[in-house]
Every structure is written in C-alpha cells, then in structure tokens.
Antibody
Framework: QVQLQESGPGLVKPSETLSLSCAVS?????????WGWIRQPPGKGLECIGS???????YYNPSLKSRVTISVDTSRNQFSLKLSSVTAADTAVYYC?????????????WGQGTLVTVSS | DIQMTQSPSALSASVGDRVTITCRAS??????LNWYQQKPGKAPKLLIY???SLQSGVPSRFSGSGSGTDFTLTISSLQPEDFATYYC?????????FGQGTRLEIK
C-alpha cells in the first residue's frame, strides 16, 4: 500500500520560505513515476505546483516557477517543496501525491495534506 | 495554460438519482481527463482517468465519457456517501489544471 505523508511548519512569516517534505512508504521513488505537489487555498480549488522524477527532472507551474524548488532524496524515499517569498495568498492546504502515467498525469495516491498559514 | 470549466458549480440531488457533471477544456486534450471526488477535510480521490477508465476500487456506478474538449462524469444511482465535491483535471500538458469543482448536495 503506497502512503504519502507531508511534514513541515504550519506557520510561515510573509517574505520567508515555505519548506515541506513528503515521505513515501510502500513504494520506492527510484522505481518510477512522477511525484508532485498540489495546493488548495481554504474553500477554493486545486492548483498543481510542480512534479519531480527520481532522476531529478522537474516540471513547475509557470505561475509559481520563479519561487518554487522541488527536490528528491531517493536514499530517504522522500521529496521536498520550497516556496520562497511567500505572501498570504500562499496560505493553503499542501498535498503531495503520485502522478501515474506522466509528469502531469492522474494522481492516484495522495498524502492527507498539511495546512500552511502565512502570517506574521 | 489550459482552462477547465465545470458545470454546474453546485447541484442538489436525492439518493437514487442519476447525476451528470460536465467539464469543458479551453482546447483539445484528447482523452487526458481525470475526475476526483473530495470530501471535507480529506484529500481528493481519483475516480476516473483517461476520460473513461475506472480507477481500481471505485464503484461501477461512476462512469466517464468524452474526448477533445467536452467530458462528463455520471453517477448512475446516487448513494449517501457520494455527496461531495467533484473536480476534473486535464493531464494533456503541464501544468496540469483542475476545474473549479462541482459541489453535490443532498436535496
């Protein structure tokens, strides 16, 4: 059973960097698939932030590309998200998930999500 | 980016009803369309991928159809656990984009 678990601070100050990690169990990231980050502002819809392959190849949403870095650590079977220069508009539930079929493919396994609030 | 538009935004229905939700893409996405169900406080759950393929473990009352720009999700006979918000997602090109969601409520 594939499981994903997000971790990281729930509160980030404006202009600082949001950092989250996603630990994967039940499947080795090195075996394949793209692994992505998706966010959902409170009461709103879903937005793909970007995804990464075990080789390190990444795809980023152009609207966030200048502020986003996604990295992978295959030895720890986890991948991470950094979002810089955050504002209140970045307050959201952040999910990690597995894309199957392609970098932007269907998301078949999801973490439970973690709420990150941007506030001073 | 490809824009995805769902209709209706909200829908009231009764247990046993047949329900259809529509998703339209701003350009052709072939059959690269997926459907998700999300309940409050939970992560989305994949129901349908590639427009009409049922994800493993999803009840057969859920079905999807369409290609190009117009797609539908149909629930043949609503069950109490189906009341939730439904999202479509295009996976034709990066960045993948979602519709705004359809909230399915109990009448």
């Amino acid at each position: 059973q594939v499981q994903l678990q997000e971790s990281g601070p729930g509160l980030v100050k404006p202009s600082e960097t949001l950092s989250l990690s996603c630990a994967v169990s039940g499947y080795s990231i090195s075996s394949g698939f793209y692994w992505g980050w998706i966010r959902q502002p409170p009461g709103k819809g879903l937005e793909c932030i970007g995804s990464i392959y075990h080789s390190g190849r990444t795809y980023y949403n152009p609207s966030l590309k200048s502020r986003v870095t996604i990295s992978v650590d295959t030895s720890r079977n986890q991948f991470s998200l950094k979002l810089s220069s955050v504002t209140a508009a970045d307050t959201a539930v952040y999910y990690c998930a597995r894309h199957f079929r392609a970098a932007a493919g269907p998301l078949d396994y999801w973490g439970q999500g973690t709420l990150v609030t941007v506030s001073s | 980016d490809i824009q995805m538009t769902q209709s209706p935004s909200a829908l009231s229905a009764s247990v046993g009803d047949r329900v259809t939700i529509t998703c339209r893409a701003s350009q052709s996405i072939s059959s690269y369309l997926n459907w998700y169900q999300q309940k409050p406080g939970k992560a989305p759950k994949l129901l349908i991928y590639a427009a009409s393929s049922l994800q493993s473990g999803v009840p057969s009352r859920f079905s999807g159809s369409g290609s190009g720009t117009d797609f539908t999700l149909t629930i043949s006979s609503l069950q109490p656990e189906d009341f939730a918000t439904y999202y479509c997602q295009q996976s034709n090109s990066s960045p993948s984009t979602f519709g705004q969601g359809t909230r399915l409520e109990i009448k």
